[in-house]
């Protein structure tokens, strides 16, 4: 069975015929919370979620009894693979990356999935500071020992005291 997209008000509607299973639109016009939809508004969402294949109908008399095709588990397979297709290279493990990183999943979520031993540590990539060697070069210039005139006879006169 091919799952259609959904509009997002055709989603908020799903999920509430998910709780229901089974349904007449007088049970939708009950169970909708407030803001209440217009009931023609209903019908033809109902409509198009029964064209689109997520509902059947049978009618009983002169109303139609609605019922889910679409099990709530099947819809949420066909996002999650939708999602990984466009935004993860079908790659669970970027999807695991992207959810640590957001803090979407901790390792405590996962420890009931694995019986390994195994830690999971974020990675911090470490930034040095860039080094400006010619500027520290013109801002720092290093200071040359610079001899006061007098004192150069002096050294020299000891290291030719020493050499002797």
Avoid at 122 to 134: A, M, S
Avoid at 141 to 150: C, E, H, N, T
């Amino acid at each position: 069975m091919k799952i259609n997209h959904l509009t997002a008000a055709e989603e908020n509607f799903m999920k509430l015929f998910w709780k229901m299973e089974s349904f007449y639109l007088k049970d939708v016009m009950e169970q909708h919370p407030e803001p209440k939809p217009h009931q023609n508004t209903v019908s033809t969402y109902l409509k198009i979620l029964v064209e689109k294949g997520y509902l059947s109908t049978v009618k009983e008399g002169r109303i139609f009894k609605y019922t889910v095709l679409v099990p709530f588990e099947e819809y949420k397979r066909f996002l999650l693979t939708e999602l990984s297709h466009n935004f993860f290279n079908n790659s669970g493990k970027e999807i695991l990356e992207f959810l640590f990183k957001e803090n979407l999943i901790s390792q405590d979520d996962l420890k009931g999935y694995f019986d390994l031993k195994i830690e999971i540590k974020p990675t911090k990539v470490k930034v040095e500071d860039p080094k400006f060697e010619f500027a520290d070069e013109i801002l720092n210039p290093k200071k040359d020992k610079k001899i006061k005139p007098g004192k150069e006879k002096e050294k020299d006169k000891k290291k030719k005291k020493k050499k002797q």
